[in-house]
């Protein structure tokens, strides 16, 4: 496997939530849940995961009402970039080879 395939980051909500991060500086928490169409727990999970493993970062607020943003970090949106690079190789060998006689 390609060195940079991201075995952590491949996890189809991780991807998600990256992928929607990648062209924003801050994305509101509900706006990922609903754009998801997760649960606050389920997607609470995963963003704590993502910051554990430095590539995101969240930012709560107050004032004037409660908010939670996420942005990615320069960490992970390197993965990300990375990740995403090998899965467009994959997509290409595959679409070069074509279908396979049966």
Do not use: C, N
């Not at 940079?4 to 509900?30: G, M």
């Not at 963003?47 to 709560?60: D, F, H, N, Q, T």
Request: no cysteine.
């Amino acid at each position: 496997m390609d060195p940079d395939f991201d075995e952590f980051l491949h996890v189809p909500a991780r991807l998600s939530i990256v992928a929607l991060l990648a062209p924003a500086t801050w994305v509101e928490f509900a706006f990922l849940r609903d754009t998801i169409g997760t649960s606050d727990s389920a997607l609470s999970k995963q963003l704590s995961a993502l910051a554990e493993a430095g590539y995101i970062e969240i930012r709560k607020s107050r004032a004037p009402k409660r908010r939670t943003d996420v942005r990615l970090t320069p960490r992970g949106r390197t993965a990300f970039q990375r990740h995403a690079a090998v899965l467009e190789r994959i997509a290409a060998a595959a679409r070069a080879d074509g279908p396979s006689a049966t």
